[in-house]
């Protein structure tokens, strides 16, 4: 179910995911997702400093394949936020392929090195009853954009 795990990071009722890639956007006037204009990504090199108010988006190590019978909801560690870091996530669907994407921001007024192997999110599985509906989305493999 999760390829490239670390035994280790298994707890109690969660997994630590890894960061595995960093990519920051590429400037833009206007983004408009009504005409499908996005930012261009551009993948940036670990270890990275991350400046105070900046954002990037991350991939972790760790790659799913979810059952249609579970589903997971994805936190940030609390080792992010004492650090300054605020971590945007969401969930992980029934059927969903792919390495977790996530957002990290840095709220802080110091910079912050972010590393390969960095464990800055966790997610908590639920076992879901009835019938699911695998995802169907353009984010499939752990797309970033």
């Not at 990275?48 to 019978?69: H, S």
């Not at 994407?101 to 009835?130: C, P, R, W």
Request: net charge positive; aromatic share 10%; charged share 25%.
């Amino acid at each position: 179910m999760i390829e490239d795990y670390k035994k280790k990071n298994i707890g109690p009722c969660t997994y630590d995911f890894r960061l595995g890639e960093i990519f920051k956007h590429a400037k833009i006037e206007l983004v408009d997702l009504s005409k499908n204009k996005l930012p261009k990504l551009v993948k940036l090199k670990l270890p990275y400093i991350l400046k105070p108010g900046e954002f990037v988006l991350a991939r972790t190590i760790e790659k799913f394949d979810t059952p249609l019978d579970l589903m997971s909801i994805y936190s940030m560690r609390s080792t992010a936020f004492r650090i300054g870091l605020n971590i945007l996530c969401g969930l992980n669907d029934p059927g969903y392929k792919g390495n977790a994407v996530f957002g990290v921001q840095n709220i802080s007024n110091h910079k912050i090195k972010l590393y390969k192997g960095m464990e800055l999110l966790q997610t908590a599985f639920i076992d879901l009853k009835g019938d699911a509906i695998p995802i169907q989305t353009k984010y499939m493999e752990g797309k970033v954009l």
